[in-house]
């Protein structure tokens, strides 16, 4: 069975890797960037897809350049606790989430495509620009480099490129920009002394700002300083507009430094990482609509290009993840590729569009809101404006929506496909929605 994937991102190299892994033998994955740069700053990855990557074999290497998340606290634009919950192992995962620099990883995913797969697996200024289904159910991708446009046939194209995927508007030629819901997010990196226990994902903020903070690294030799990602995000002001989602482009920290100044606690200081980092980057707090189909033919989407979501709850890399998993595991195991592309959106597309509209109604940051509009001089303690279990229940509400719970992903069955007995036909396949 010959594959085309688009996109050299963290959900198309994992379908590289996963297909290879279940003994699908001809992938091939095109990549619109002319030569791989580690672009991008931080991202988590959660227990459920670490779990995959641990699968893959790559979780040492992964180790060698991530941190465990070990808790996640919410607190009030005063710096107060609203809620603290021990995250990966430390919550009883058999697996970490790790904090990563997404270059790292996407680095670390290119280097075990092209020594599992061989060295011209991935094809970089490849651009997918649209596609034709033929008539033997086969599908022709036209892509275009550098030299000219060219052609390649195959029985399945993955459309994993992203946000902004070329296979998507194909689909949906009248779509459209993604749209924004009127916030900023400006994100970066700074080299910095440890916060807290120096595992912790803290957020902060109140109905108009957020702020997102986390280590990546461990402490450097000369120094003991970490690597430190931040995000800072607020309402746009009237006018205020970005025009593209672009992950690359750069501001000065002063342009908008001003706004955060406050988130200055005594045992973090926002506004400092912010004024220190070397650079930063702005992009507009954009996702995609909800599809009714992914799948068309022998076409569908993952990741991004399927179901981007605002990045709140560490969904973006770890459903990608999932996605490749489930998508490879049906590949390896129905005959007929179209069917298995079916099955693939079967398992995942109701289950991720409830995720989805969780992310519009802030997911679990939603404390951070209600903590404000409760309490804006803020309190002694979170019991005196959460009563009950409403924090606790808000937290695994969330888990059970991404398919991290960690009874379900301690012990739900594996995705991967014995390659040697990979033509068995499974019954279950598809059934099992997010696990
Ligand atoms: C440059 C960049 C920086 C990012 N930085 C962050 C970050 O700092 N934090 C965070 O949480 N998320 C970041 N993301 C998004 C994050 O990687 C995704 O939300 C998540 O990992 C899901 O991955 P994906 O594979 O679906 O998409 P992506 O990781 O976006 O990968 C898509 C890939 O497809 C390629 N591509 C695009 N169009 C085409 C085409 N027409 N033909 C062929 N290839 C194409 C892109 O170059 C990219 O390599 C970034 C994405 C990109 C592309």
Do not use: C
């Not at 003994?23 to 959660?46: H, K, M, Q, S, W």
């Not at 074999?57 to 808790?71: C, D, N, Q």
């Not at 270059?103 to 599992?116: F, K, M, N, T, Y």
């Not at 912790?200 to 702020?211: H, K, P």
């Amino acid at each position: 069975m010959s594959i085309v994937v688009a996109g050299a991102g963290i959900g198309g190299l994992t379908t590289a890797l996963s297909l290879h892994a279940a003994g699908v033998g001809d992938v091939t994955v095109l990549e619109a960037a002319a030569a791989f740069r580690p672009l991008g700053v931080g991202l988590n990855i959660l227990p459920n897809a670490v779990r995959e990557l641990a699968e893959l074999g790559l979780l040492e290497e992964l180790s060698k350049v991530s941190v465990p998340t070990g808790s996640l606290g919410y607190y009030n634009r005063h710096g107060q606790l609203i809620w603290h919950e021990p995250r990966g192992r430390a919550a009883g995962y058999r697996w970490p989430q790790l904090s990563i620099h997404r270059g790292r990883l996407q680095a670390v995913l290119a280097d075990a495509v092209r020594e599992r797969l061989g060295p011209d697996a991935i094809v970089d200024d490849s651009r997918v620009e649209d596609f034709e289904q033929l008539p033997d159910g086969r599908v022709r991708v036209r892509h275009a480099a550098a030299g000219g446009a060219s052609h390649t046939e195959a029985d399945a194209l993955i459309g994993a490129d992203g946000i902004r995927s070329a296979v998507r508007a194909a689909l949906h030629p009248a779509e459209g920009p993604p749209p924004w819901n009127g916030l900023i997010v400006w994100r970066g990196t700074t080299w910095a002394s440890p916060f807290l226990d120096g595992h912790t994902m803290i957020i902060a903020g109140d109905d108009r700002r957020r702020a997102v903070v986390y280590p990546m690294s461990g402490p450097r030799p000369q120094d003991g300083a970490v690597l430190i990602n931040w995000a800072v995000a607020r309402a746009a002001r009237p006018g205020e507009t970005i025009e593209t989602a672009d992950w690359n482009r750069s501001v000065a920290p002063d342009e908008f430094l001003g706004d955060f100044t406050d988130l200055d606690f005594d045992w973090l200081d926002v506004p400092a990482l912010i004024r220190t980092s070397d650079e930063a980057f702005i992009y507009p707090m954009v996702d995609r609509d909800p599809l009714p189909r992914w799948t068309h033919g022998a076409v569908t989407l993952l990741g991004d290009a399927a179901h981007a979501m605002y990045p709140m709850g560490s969904n973006g890399a770890t459903q990608a993840i999932m996605d490749a998993r489930v998508l490879a595991r049906e590949l390896a195991l129905r005959p007929d590729p179209r069917a298995a592309l079916a099955g693939y959106e079967t398992a995942r597309l109701s289950a991720l569009t409830e995720l989805h509209k969780s992310t519009r109604r802030r997911g679990p940051e939603v404390v951070i809101d209600l903590a404000h509009q409760r309490a804006p001089a803020g309190f002694r303690t979170a019991d005196e404006v959460f009563p009950g279990t409403e924090l606790h229940d808000i937290s695994a509400d969330f888990a059970r929506l991404g398919g991290f719970d960690p009874d379900l992903v301690n012990h739900r069955a594996s995705y991967s496909v014995d390659a040697r007995t990979a033509d068995a036909p499974t019954a279950d396949v598809g059934t099992e929605a997010l696990a």
